[in-house]
């Protein structure tokens, strides 16, 4: 799944890919994300430990773990 959206201010384009289904990475090669990494693009890749390729090619990673009930801790990490 790949959601396109546009943000208001800056302008950048935001994706969103759910890679939660795909088995492997010949299928992940078919959604043209290197095409996508581009200076105006912010991708958030949901279930992208699944894939090294796409780890080696993170410059940041969001974390959402339960921390009980309802509530949710969110770690934001960024690569220098």
């Known amino acids: 799944m790949c959601n396109h959206l546009?943000?208001?201010?800056?302008?950048?384009n935001l994706f969103r890919l759910d890679v939660y289904r795909l088995e492997g990475e010949r299928q992940l090669e078919t959604l043209g994300l290197d095409e996508l990494l581009k200076p105006d693009v912010l991708v958030l890749v949901e279930w992208?430990?699944?894939?090294k390729s796409i780890r080696k090619k993170a410059t940041g990673e969001i974390l959402i773990t339960s921390t009980g009930?309802?509530?949710r801790k969110i770690t934001v990490t960024l690569k220098e």
């Not at 546009?6 to 950048?12: A, D, W």
């Not at 992208?48 to 894939?51: D, I």
């Open 6 to 12: 546009r943000l208001t201010g800056e302008p950048v």
């Open 69 to 71: 009930g309802d509530t």
């Open 48 to 51: 992208g430990e699944k894939f």
